[in-house]
T-cell receptor, first 112, second 114 residues
Framework: NAGVTQTPKFRVLKTGQSMTLLCAQDMNHEYMYWYRQDPGMGLRLIHYSVGEGTTAKGEVPDGYNVSRLKKQNFLLGLESAAPSQTSVYFC???????????FGPGTRLTVL | AQSVAQPEDQVNVAEGNPLTVKCTYSVSGNPYLFWYVQYPNRGLQFLLKYITGDNLVKGSYGFEAEFNKSQTSFHLKKPSALVSDSALYFCAVRPSYNTDKLIFGTGTRLQVFP
């Protein structure tokens, strides 16, 4: 099992550009999450999904959109990137919220 | 407001000594509590969790955590620290049974010196 994978690992964008981060899991998990990690702020939840075709807002959803068209994939989109979105983005999944979450290796995004 | 606090940004301990990384929470109801570890340039790894039952829970790599309801704490402990334990540790809480999300603390950097 590959677990949770994220594509790409690194990306540099210019302000106003758009991009999509892909998260894939092969554990048949229902729940998937997107977090951003910033120094001194821990992990903050951007959006999450409780199953295929569902999405919900987390703590910091503004400027991001998500889609869960297939159970194994959870996409995070930035329509118009801003420097404040420079961060490390982590995807996670789990079977149910009572279980520990499995994290991907992260995507380091820099917006110039 | 529901929150998790990790009062120490960094904890320094000598190899072989016991270590404690502190976590306190503020949520209503009966929370689910978790500890995660993050090594440099890696994603978080699940260490252990408390849902119900025995207040002392054991997890991966020899770590354990003690749930204290009266003090609303869930401190991470290890009897004998290793240099390889040096990493960033996050406490997280699922506030109640009908919540899908976790609230993470800001993290504590553990540095174990040889």
């Amino acid at each position: 099992n590959a677990g949770v994978t994220q594509t790409p690992k690194f990306r540099v964008l210019k302000t106003g550009q758009s991009m999509t981060l892909l998260c894939a899991q092969d554990m048949n998990h229902e729940y998937m999450y997107w977090y951003r990690q910033d120094p001194g702020m821990g992990l903050r939840l951007i959006h999450y999904s409780v199953g295929e075709g569902t999405t919900a807002k987390g703590e910091v959803p503004d400027g991001y959109n998500v889609s869960r068209l297939k159970k194994q994939n959870f996409l995070l989109g930035l329509e118009s990137a801003a420097p404040s979105q420079t961060s490390v983005y982590f995807c996670a999944s789990n079977k149910t919220p009572g279980y520990g979450q499995f994290f991907g290796p992260g995507t380091r995004l820099t917006v110039l | 407001a529901q929150s998790v606090a990790q009062p120490e940004d960094q904890v320094n301990v000598a190899e072989g000594n016991p270590l404690t990384v502190k976590c306190t929470y503020s949520v209503s109801g009966n929370p689910y509590l978790f500890w995660y570890v993050q090594y440099p340039n890696r994603g978080l790894q699940f260490l252990l969790k408390y849902i119900t039952g025995d207040n002392l829970v054991k997890g991966s790599y020899g770590f354990e955590a003690e749930f204290n309801k009266s003090q609303t704490s869930f401190h991470l402990k290890k009897p004998s620290a290793l240099v390889s334990d040096s990493a960033l540790y996050f406490c997280a809480v699922r506030p109640s049974y009908n919540t899908d999300k976790l609230i993470f603390g800001t993290g504590t950097r553990l540095q174990v010196f040889p």
